[in-house]
């Protein structure tokens, strides 16, 4: 088995199947370079969650809203440029 590289966090967050979270479980075994990496990516998620949770400013909630109303149609978009021919080649 290669490295886990993008399957490390779906192991970190239990999201792989059994038999593949159990060869990713004997990878660690054997390689350092992933083991490292689990555990980095452990301790970030564990950051992660013990800092406060943030509530969005109204003006940040009204201006978000705002980009989701209709507004003015867009303009059509211009036609597009033919490339100019290839010499020797015709279609």
Known sequence: MRHLDERISDLVDDRLE?????????????CAHCREAVELERD???????????????????????????GEPLPPAPPAAQPP?????RP
């Open 44 to 70: 970030a998620r564990n950051a992660l969650r013990s800092l406060p949770s943030v509530e969005p400013s109204q003006r940040l909630v009204a201006s978000l809203l705002a980009l989701a109303e209709p």
């Open 85 to 89: 021919p290839v010499a020797g080649w």
């Open 18 to 30: 059994h038999d593949e979270r159990d060869r990713a479980l004997v990878h660690l075994t054997v």
